[in-house]
């Protein structure tokens, strides 16, 4: 999965994208104002038959951590659109604002059927 989400968003000029924690934060300013870190929020199998699953469907969060100073509308749009060519369903997303760190924090929701 860690590796379809790298491929979508190529070419977008975003940080690192790290599974679960940002192990480099601290040691990278341009990787701790700018970057993904993406969890399952579910994983189950759906349409069974013979009691094994047909499709196993896995829902994400995205988490991209921004400076509170940069734009965000025009790569957000990208970035819903590059998850949907890969073959996410199209995200929602939430825009939270993080006082401690002044970092915006926009989480998308999306979904990937196997």
């Known amino acids: 999965m860690h590796d ?10 975003l940080g690192g994208i790290f599974r679960d924690v940002n192990d480099s934060i601290g040691n990278d300013d341009q990787v701790s104002e700018n970057y993904i870190v993406w969890n399952y929020a579910d994983n ?5 038959a013979d009691d094994e ?3 196993v469907i896995s829902t ?7 400076s509170e100073t940069r734009q965000f509308d025009s790569t ?3 970035m819903r659109t590059a998850l ?13 604002y993080e006082k401690e760190t002044h970092m915006r924090h926009i989480v998308m929701s999306t979904e990937f059927e196997e």
Do not use: D, K, M
């Open 4 to 13: 379809r989400i790298v491929t979508a968003f190529s070419g977008l000029g």
């Open 44 to 48: 189950r199998g759906s349409n069974f």
């Open 53 to 55: 699953p047909g499709e």
């Open 60 to 66: 994400l969060q995205i988490h991209w951590f921004i």
């Open 76 to 78: 957000l749009a990208s």
């Open 84 to 96: 949907q060519t890969a073959g996410f369903t199209y995200p929602s997303f939430t825009v939270l």
